[in-house]
């Protein structure tokens, strides 16, 4: 396979880059990975596993080359994945001297870029003058904790460079993996953030003590939100039932492993954003994603009811029982 040679570079040590690096050491003898912790990095040499998050993967050490510093991981790297939360992208970017040019840049971040209200693709074609033939994104259903158990999972690879999709694609197949691929690049990166928002959506309810008939009908208009709204930005044609947008949804507004449904149900009970942010041990990338999305639908006006239901609690301080009273008026 022609990607096993070349040398890639993980960006991030969170939950899911730890469970990418498990998905890639399935097909590649080396990989450089950018860890911003040095006491991560000396666990990592003495224990073989990440102390923070998974720690049951077991690492083979002598296939991994670990760095606290961003420059040297990907210096001569081909490929740079992307795997941090969207807030520090921009803190990650400025730390970033060495050219990006001609390497092949996979953004794993289902996120947005805070305050710039930009798809992490298109801050990093900005910043760095990457061409779309070397962006590409990765996505779909499937959270971290389950790849560490190596339950059958299914990711997408998105990118205009069909052949770099492929061989990407091929990167990431496993006995555990299936990967498939897209051109829709900004599709699947606005469909990820916009999950995330209704996964907090499905938090609160559960949080204000609503079943699973309602919730069921929650998602059902979800899905028709996310598909308004990402046609409208990005006008191609799609399939919103794909498992890249609506399997993500499902599995982010339903599962125990969602952290975004998690935040969502400790609002709905009574906590305010600032204690749950602290009582959380990881982001839920929804609360920053509910601005930005919010405030570039203005320049589209599209119908968003559950959007704007999320923003005006978690922005506003709506009631969270009364905004989704005037919520369930607006649901069929």
């Known amino acids: 396979m022609e990607c096993e040679c070349k040398k890639v570079a ?4 969170g939950s899911w880059a730890t469970a990418i690096a498990k998905i890639l050491l399935q097909n590649i003898d080396n990989l450089k990975w950018y860890i911003r912790e040095p006491e991560i990095i000396s666990h990592m040499l003495k224990h073989q596993h990440n102390p923070l998050y998974l720690s049951a993967i077991q690492f083979d050490i002598s296939k991994l080359e670990l760095y606290d510093n961003v420059n040297e991981a990907i210096e001569d790297a081909d490929i740079v994945i992307l795997c941090i939360p969207s807030k520090f992208i921009k803190g ?3 730390k970033i001297t060495v050219s990006l040019l001609g390497k092949h840049i996979v953004t794993a971040i289902k996120g947005i870029v805070p305050d710039e209200n930009l798809l992490i693709s298109e801050y990093i074609k900005q910043c760095f003058g990457v061409d779309d033939n070397h962006m590409t994104v990765f996505s779909g259903p499937c959270h971290a904790e389950e790849v560490a158990l ?5 990711l997408t690879v998105g990118s205009k460079n069909h052949e770099f999709a492929q061989e990407f694609a091929g990167l990431v197949k496993s006995h555990f993996i299936r990967a498939n691929v897209s051109d829709d690049v900004q599709g699947i990166e606005y469909g990820a953030v916009m ?3 209704m996964a907090l959506a499905a938090g609160i309810c559960h949080g204000l003590g609503y079943g699973d008939n309602f919730t069921s009908v929650l998602i059902s208009n979800a899905i028709q939100e996310m598909k308004r709204f ?13 498992s890249v947008y ?6 982010t507004a339903y599962s125990q492993f969602s952290r975004n449904r998690t935040f969502g149900a400790m609002i709905g009970k009574g906590y305010s954003v600032k204690s749950a942010e602290l009582e959380m041990t990881m982001i839920a990338e929804g609360y920053y994603a509910v601005y930005s999305i919010k405030t570039i639908n203005e320049q589209y006006g599209v119908d968003m009811p559950i959007t704007n239901a999320v923003y005006n609690i978690l922005y506003e301080r709506f009631a969270p029982a009364l905004e989704f009273k005037v919520l369930s008026e607006h649901l069929k």
Do not use: C, F, M, T
């Open 10 to 13: 993980l960006i991030g040590s």
């Open 92 to 94: 990650l970017s400025e």
């Open 150 to 154: 190596e339950r059958l999972s299914y």
């Open 195 to 197: 999950k995330n928002i």
């Open 230 to 242: 990402v046609d409208a930005v990005h006008p191609i044609q799609r399939d919103i039932n794909d």
């Open 246 to 251: 609506l399997g993500d949804l499902l599995v």
